[in-house]
């Protein structure tokens, strides 16, 4: 069985979503998880000045309050599957280059790997992703070649990549992310309960 997982690093139902979906396929042997390129924000500057609660205030034109209510809620739900979020050390920016380091991780099979690490960075150890050190530190830590990571990061490599998965997830009409893809047949937006993909996995193996 293959799932299929359109997601942004800097997306954060994005990763409760995935502890859920991991949970609800610990037990299982026979399945495959791909994830594919999904930016949030392509407007998004390469790093956004000032705390998270202004950004959002500004970006979805809500009170600093209101922000500082969504983070609060955020924060809990990611706590709920052991997600230590720090917004408060979160550095903010566009997802581009790490999306096409990304890709290029996936070519070499390490983009599974890469996407979660990349998350934690963020999320958790307040790690900027547009910073070159960082990201080949994390491309060499799972094993891919320093040289070619600098060269992917120097260039516009895996640019096409990244417009690929996107342009899929226009063609099946995904609005927002984490959108799962499973065996071809089911279609499940956001960060659903363990519970609902537990059921879409059942139906699925009914039907064998």
């Given amino acids: 069985m293959k799932i299929e997982v359109w997601s942004d690093f800097v997306c954060p139902f994005c990763y409760i979503g995935k502890r859920h979906l991991e949970a609800a396929i610990k037990e ?5 998880i791909e994830f594919h390129s999904y930016e949030l924000d ?14 959002f205030a500004d970006h979805k034109g809500m009170s600093v309050e ?20 720090h917004y408060e050390a979160i550095q903010h920016g566009n997802t581009l280059k790490p999306h096409r380091l990304f890709q290029y991780a996936k070519e070499h ?3 599974n790997e890469f996407m979660e690490l990349a998350k934690k960075a963020y999320f958790i150890e307040g790690k900027w992703l547009n910073d070159d050190d960082f990201l080949v530190h994390l491309a060499t830590s799972i094993g891919l070649d320093e040289t070619k990571v600098k060269d992917v990061l120097s260039s516009e ?3 096409d990549a990244v417009r690929l998965d ?43």
């Fill in 66 to 85: 209101q922000a500082h209510s969504m983070i609060q809620q955020v924060t809990q739900m990611a706590n709920n599957v052991d997600l230590d979020y």
């Fill in 166 to 208: 996107q342009a899929k997830a226009a063609e099946i009409g995904v609005q927002g992310v984490p959108f799962f893809v499973i065996d071809e047949q089911y279609g499940i937006s956001g960060a659903q309960p363990i519970e609902v993909f537990e059921q879409v996995l059942a139906e699925i193996d009914a039907k064998k």
């Fill in 157 to 159: 490599a895996y640019l």
């Fill in 42 to 55: 392509p407007t998004a500057p390469e790093k956004v000045e000032g705390n998270m609660e202004d950004y």
């Fill in 28 to 32: 299982r042997t026979d399945v495959e």
């Fill in 109 to 111: 099979g390490k983009g």
